[in-house]
């Protein structure tokens, strides 16, 4: 039976006469890092902001760690740090001065949690520096510490790349994933760096309109994204047969122009290529295929973004 630590049951939320959530039931596994994908507006935020309290369903319920009501509701939020946008910093501090007074602000006992916290994100060298002279990825790995004060059991990052450089997301990737395998921390991560959000997540929802449109594992969207090698032939009836008696593999398919899809052993190209030449066939075309993550978000929302 798996265990949640975060499910919301119809949610809904309207603005005047404008639904930015349309009857949202999502949930989370206790874990797991889960990709929350859509275009601008789609009401990534506005749920975000929901379930940290910062606003309220106009219907439909909030369920964080088992607990639903107002009440503990409000407690199960301590389990949980947040990056809402840009980390909210004192630009005249440290990042030891501002982990200290997030500490007392928050009144998490022990000060021996703030050099554990730059330590853990990689900024125990920053010294007296203060804020406002950081990059932005130390900002941002400053904000993470913030978040992880009080060690959350949960943690939400609404777009935690962004404006970082292509090395500071792979530190920011890397960093993100040892804190769930290490920690056991369940990440919820909103972005539109979908090629990003590929590489670490292991289940995802796809919202679209205030609408969630779906929600999969790693594995699914892996099937549904289904790898191929596209092989072009003069004779594609004798290449199927080599296909099958040499290779090994009933798992291919003759398409209507003659092109197969084949979608086992396309790690060794070049022994498949070997094996349809030495039968005398004529290569006319051989490719990789397949789509990626944000191919298939494309595809799903109904065509290419024009944010």
Do not use: W
């Not at 389990?79 to 500490?103: D, K, Q, T, V, Y």
């Not at 949690?113 to 406002?132: H, I, N, P, T, Y």
């Not at 450089?165 to 290490?182: A, F, Q, T």
């Amino acid at each position: 039976m798996h265990e949640y630590v975060l499910r919301t049951n119809q949610i809904t939320k309207t603005f005047k006469n404008h639904t930015a959530l349309d009857k949202v039931s999502l949930s989370i596994h206790k874990g797991s890092i889960y990709g929350f994908i859509g275009q601008n507006g789609a009401g990534k935020s506005t749920l975000i902001r929901m379930i940290t309290g910062l606003s309220f369903p106009t219907k439909g319920t909030i369920e964080l760690f088992g607990a639903s009501d107002e009440r503990a509701l409000i407690e199960a939020r301590k389990r949980m740090g947040c990056i809402i946008e840009s980390p909210a910093l004192f630009p005249h501090m440290s990042a030891s001065e501002n982990l200290e007074a997030n500490r007392i602000l928050r009144g998490i006992p022990g000060k021996e949690c703030v050099s554990r916290m730059l330590e853990q994100v990689g900024l125990q060298g920053a010294g007296k520096k203060k804020a406002k002279n950081f990059s932005l990825g130390m900002k941002q790995r400053l904000g993470l510490a913030i978040a992880l004060l009080g060690n959350p059991e949960f943690l939400i990052l609404d777009e935690p790349t962004n404006g970082l450089d292509p090395m500071g997301v792979v530190e920011m990737r890397e960093l993100l994933k040892k804190l769930n395998r290490e920690l056991g921390i369940t990440i919820l991560i909103s972005s539109h760096i979908l090629s990003e959000l590929h590489l670490m997540a292991t289940h995802y929802g796809i919202i679209h309109h205030g609408r969630l449109l779906e929600q999969l594992t790693a594995k699914e969207l892996d099937e549904k994204c289904q790898h191929y090698l596209l092989i072009k032939v003069d004779q594609p009836d004798k290449a199927a047969t080599v296909i099958r008696s040499e290779l090994g593999t009933s798992d291919f398919e003759v398409m209507p122009d003659g092109a197969i899809k084949l979608f086992k052993r396309i790690e060794q190209p070049g022994v498949i290529s070997s094996l349809l030449f030495t039968a005398g066939l004529t290569i006319e075309q051989f490719m990789p295929m397949g789509e990626d993550l944000e191919s298939y978000f494309t595809k799903r929302i109904g065509g290419p973004s024009h944010d």
